[in-house]
């Protein structure tokens, strides 16, 4: 009868588990995130139950919800080996999955089952609360969940872990989870030149009530090598080498350690043993390509006539593992930009061409994702495509991007320099004077935004543009 159906809508709506708490689909790649939470599911026997949990709801975006019922049976049991004294706590979001799945497959006797038994445990661990249970753990989850969706949830996951270490401050896992967004809020704000929360203490925090835990070990060893402080870095990296000398997560942060350390050859060895255990890894395959990207540099950069071949080996080597971090995460935005530049050193540019319009339509790009691809653009466009013209074009669109940050300063340096190189040739045009009046307008450099604009003026006087822009800042000053 459609009154039950409508009864159970809404019984299904008020559960709390990953199918109401709006995680879309196209913000992430289900492929690649499926093979990451099965790779930590054989590393991180710890949170199997959060892991099997998403795992389910993963299989059924991607259309298999008999494979979600199979991982939902393998969450419940790691929950009766793992929990069995609090398996109410642990097991509402894995049983909220289950009547959402049988709900799809139109199975709604077992739909209500399961609203059912939550219905059953809400009222056993709280004499108050029908349904809405806050439960620290769930909020967890939720945390869990919200992280591994990507940047565009990283506030809210935020908020899940705050509210979690409300009720248990000292949760180690709680705090590792609070620790880990913080830590990578921290790291976009800086892309973004905005004040930073700081994740140092947190991260130090974490490690203190979670001593075994050697992936949050190497984080605070990235932090501290951002905060200039090396050698305490190199400390906890090698602790956490010591402690887990074969997890892949461990030696991903270590190889970014020692790549940005300038170690590039150890970076490599620690990478290609990490690649054994976990040979999918986008993450790794990226890094690897970072190393070789930094050995082409150093290749350039340390002999006058680099042997043709050894630079041609690195080009290709840094070009296969680039290749390899996009298939197996199509969304992967920066390997992308490392590829199509790698393409342009080795002089392939109509796969470079091809590889940045790939890029740009990537659905899930932000203003300084934009305005970073502006920028490699504009490069690409300048150094070897030769179109000065061009390389303007795209260096303003990253400019006319409200937001600060990196790949915005990198477009306004980068044009300031093009355009003071072109007027110091004496190929005086009025178009670049007004070009960069606009680029001293939008830095707020108004006075000698004038100026530009006075000299484009002198050279084209009738300029409609040209006269409008000096009146405003007249205006405005």
Known sequence: STISMNSLKSSLLK?????????LKQDVDLGHLEETVDDQIEFFVESNITNYNLLSYVCHLKGSNEEALRNL??????????????????????????????YHMKRYEEAQ????????????????????????????????????????YYNRAKDCFETALKNEPNNPRFNAGYAIVMYRLEDISLRRCEERAPSLELLKRAVE?????????????????????????????EEAMQITPDLPYVQRYAAKFYRRKGEVDKA???????????????????????????????????????????????????????????V?????????MELANMYAQGKRYK???????????????????????????????????KSESEAIRYYLEGLKIEKESYGKNWCRNALKKLLEKRIRRGLEDATDFGTLGLVHNLSGEKHEAIECYEKAIALCPNNEEYLSALCELRLSI
């Open 73 to 102: 049976q393998k969450a419940e049991a790691a929950a009766q080996k793992n929990h069995p004294d609090e398996i109410d706590r642990r097991i509402l979001v894995t049983w909220g999955n289950y009547a959402w799945i049988y």
């Open 209 to 237: 009530l979670n001593p075994k835990s050697t992936f949050i070990m190497a984080l605070l060893a990235l932090k501290l090598q951002d905060l200039k402080q090396v050698d305490e870095g190199e400390r906890y990296i």
């Open 113 to 152: 089952t399961y609203i059912n038994k939550v219905e059953n445990s809400c009222k056993k661990l709280s004499s108050t609360a029908q349904w809405k249970i806050q439960l620290p753990e769930i909020y967890a989850e939720q945390g869990w969940a919200l992280l591994k969706f990507g940047r565009k």
């Open 268 to 326: 490599l060895e620690i990478l290609k043993k990490a690649l054994t255990v976990t040979p999918k890894s986008a993450f790794l395959h990226h890094q690897v390509g970072l190393c070789y990207r930094v050995k082409l540099y150093q290749l350039k950069n340390n002999t006058r006539y680099p042997p043709q071949e050894q630079v041609e080996e690195v080009i290709r080597l840094a070009i296969f593992h680039l290749k390899t971090a996009i």
């Open 15 to 23: 559960l709390e588990c990953h199918f109401t708490w709006t995680l």
């Open 328 to 336: 197996q995460k199509p969304k992967f935005f920066y390997a992308y």
């Open 351 to 385: 796969e470079a061409e091809e590889t940045f319009q790939k890029a740009f339509q990537i659905n899930i790009l932000f203003d300084d994702d934009k305005q970073e691809y502006y920028y490699h653009y504009g490069n690409f466009q300048c150094f070897h495509m």
